[in-house]
């Protein structure tokens, strides 16, 4: 399945109880893909300058390399969610890997950091019915997005014509914790807020946004 800046309907309506779009009319702002000392302290920042909090979507692996900034993020009331141990398929594990890795990562955020996991977001937006049924069975949102930045393709002209024609006030917008995106990301939150204002629209903190 290939994804454009937003997702098709079609897809939206047989996956109808994953999350789309915010449930109130304000804008979720999520990170997909870190935590990465390059990366992370620089859009914490960010966020702290613009007033706005967000859901990481955490990649396992990167999440027990670099401790302190799981820590920065909850501390700094940010969410956190799930995004694979190591940013793979969920498609090609098996039901009982996919699983552990879930049960690994909830009870990683519990013991070290006493943060209960409620989010998911499957890398390269790629699931099926079997996932979604582990996903329910494990009492997690799927949440995925109606707003692809595109920031990953380093461009800011891009990110600026996807915000610019696609934000709605209730989008789930999509940014990366990636040194792919680094180089732009600053500008492209700044952009975003601006573009928000612009509209009379708001940003809403991730748990009144998936509810
Ligand atoms: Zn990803």
């Known amino acids: ?39 992370t302290p620089v859009i ?14 955490c990649v396992g692996n990167n ?20 995004h694979s141990s190591q940013h793979e398929n969920i498609r090609k594990l098996t039901v009982n890997e996919f699983k ?11 013991e070290k950091y006493d943060y209960n996991l409620k989010y998911f977001r499957p890398p390269f937006g790629k699931f099926n019915l ?14 995925m997005w109606s707003l ?3 920031d990953y393709k380093n461009d800011l002209n891009l990110v600026k014509f ?18 792919k995106s680094i180089d732009i990301i600053v500008d492209s939150l700044e952009n975003l807020k601006e573009i928000v204002n612009k509209n009379g629209f708001e940003f809403g903190d991730p748990s009144e946004c998936l509810k």
Not at 44 to 57: I, Q
Not at 164 to 175: H, P, T, W
Request: aromatic share 14%; proline share 4%.
């Open 44 to 57: 914490l920042n960010s966020l702290n300058k613009l007033k706005v909090k967000a859901l990481f979507f």
């Open 1 to 39: 399945m290939k994804y454009s800046f937003n997702p098709p309907y079609a897809i939206k309506r047989i996956f109808n109880d994953f999350i789309w779009e915010s449930s109130i009319n304000k804008i979720l702002l999520t990170f997909d893909d870190g935590p990465l000392p390059e990366t």
């Open 162 to 179: 996807a915000v610019d024609k696609y934000l709605k006030n209730n989008s789930i917008v999509v940014f990366h914790d990636s040194l």
């Open 100 to 110: 552990f890795q879930l049960s690994d990562f909830r009870l990683m955020l519990k």
């Open 130 to 143: 079997r996932t979604n049924k582990i996903l329910k069975e494990a009492d997690l949102k799927n949440v």
């Open 148 to 150: 692809l930045s595109f």
């Open 63 to 82: 999440a027990s390399k670099y401790p302190s900034l799981i820590s920065d993020i909850i501390d700094q009331k940010h969410c956190i969610g799930f």
